[in-house]
T-cell receptor, first 119, second 112 residues
Framework: DSGVTQTPKHLITATGQRVTLRCSPR?????VYWYQQSLDQGLQFLIQ???????AKGNILERFSAQQFPDLHSELNLSSLELGDSALYFC??????????????????FGPGTRLLVL | AQSVTQLDSHVSVSEGTPVLLRCNYS??????LFWYVQHPNKGLQLLLK??????LVKGINGFEAEFKKSETSFHLTKPSAHMSDAAEYFC??????????FGQGTELSVKP
């Protein structure tokens, strides 16, 4: 168990709809990253937040947005959904090394993912 | 820009035989490299990481990887495969700003 939680586990929705995916980072981690895993694109970085502020953007569509709240949990909002948005969405967090508490920004711990199916 | 290339999309070994999963990287500076494993219908688990300390990195479950700058490689090995090692393995390089850049993955099959 990485300590990163994601809800829901599975999501089935229709084209044109909007969904929200939620991520809770490991206790004490300030950085949250979102990734998308699809059959044709593989694993791709979407966006990063650090302590509530957007830090970096990857291949994230304009229909997608994210935020990180004061309690450090993050939400990824996907709107005007298309069939091609069906994928596994992972959240990762980084910050502290388990056991020692040392700050290790480069090690990211992944949640179990949310599987989105758009019909 | 950083990138990784996994040279095999699928590797099949027999239980008890060695595992070799190959990865080449491209980086304009000293890279941070990782191997992650994804079991079916599960999340991504960190196997090991290289961050410019020892070139031979030991990870969990008996896996290790050797960073070879001259060959720009970071191959993952294990002396003896176990059935539970069957999974998808990703070679990863840390890019600008901390984002992870994943290879296309290597599916490891282990035959009894």
């Amino acid at each position: 168990d990485s300590g990163v939680t994601q809800t829901p586990k599975h999501l089935i929705t229709a084209t044109g709809q909007r969904v929200t995916l939620r991520c809770s980072p490991r206790s004490g981690d300030l950085s949250v990253y979102w990734y998308q895993q699809s059959l044709d694109q593989g694993l791709q970085f979407l966006i990063q937040y650090y302590n509530g502020e957007e830090r970096a953007k990857g291949n994230i569509l304009e229909r997608f947005s994210a935020q990180q709240f004061p309690d450090l949990h993050s939400e990824l909002n996907l709107s005007s959904l298309e069939l091609g948005d069906s994928a596994l969405y992972f959240c990762a967090s980084s910050g502290r090394q388990p056991g020692t508490g040392r700050f290790l920004q480069e090690t990211q711990y992944f949640g179990p993912g949310t599987r989105l199916l758009v019909l | 820009a950083q990138s990784v290339t996994q040279l095999d999309s699928h590797v099949s070994v027999s239980e008890g035989t060695p595992v070799l999963l190959r990865c080449n990287y491209s980086s304009s500076y000293s890279p941070s490299l990782f191997w992650y494993v994804q079991h079916p219908n599960k999340g991504l688990q960190l196997l090991l990481k290289y961050t410019s300390a020892a070139t031979l990195v030991k990870g969990i479950n008996g896996f290790e990887a050797e960073f070879k700058k001259s060959e720009t490689s970071f191959h993952l090995t294990k002396p003896s495969a176990h059935m539970s090692d069957a999974a998808e393995y990703f070679c990863v390089v840390r890019g600008q700003g901390g984002k992870l850049i994943f290879g296309q993955g290597t599916e490891l099959s282990v035959k009894p």
